[in-house]
């Protein structure tokens, strides 16, 4: 067995995500563990709908999410067990409490380091799920090109 058993990695269907998914595979070929896909959701509903619409909002964006992570899944060409995960909140909250409640022993997460100069080189959300977290983090930089 390898140093890891299972692997967080978060996507937002970004062409770096797709950088940290491409890790997360690679490390889990080489230790034979599981990888988790994660897609965290904003809690983003706008204000003034009703709850029954805000329910009805959510389950769609849900049902998205989760066929978007499927469609990802399947275009992998490896014999990596991966499965998709759809959480719903702060996404850094929510990555560290999946970690948590998954067991997880690796969390891959890219960077696109797009926010303001003290997070430039990590990103806001990579940068977040560092100081939040309880096993090692590999942060994926973005590759330019």
Do not use: Y
Request: net charge negative.
């Amino acid at each position: 067995m390898g140093a890891f058993q299972k692997i967080l990695v978060t996507t937002d269907f970004s062409e770096c995500a797709d950088l940290g998914l491409a890790e997360a595979e690679r490390i889990a070929a080489e230790c034979d563990a599981e990888v988790v896909v994660l897609h965290v959701l904003h809690s983003d509903i706008p204000l003034g709908v009703s709850a029954r619409t805000e329910e009805e909002i959510e389950h769609g964006r849900r049902e998205h999410a989760a066929t978007s992570l499927e469609e990802r899944i399947q275009s992998r060409s490896s014999s990596v067990r991966f499965r998709p995960k759809v959480a719903v909140g702060n996404v850094a909250e929510k990555i560290n409490v999946v970690a948590g409640d998954e067991s997880v022993d690796l969390i891959v997460i890219c960077s696109h380091g797009r926010s303001a100069l003290g997070r430039v080189l990590l990103g806001g959300t990579a940068e977040a799920v560092l100081h939040g977290a309880t096993v090692p983090v590999l942060v994926v930089p973005r590759r330019k090109g």
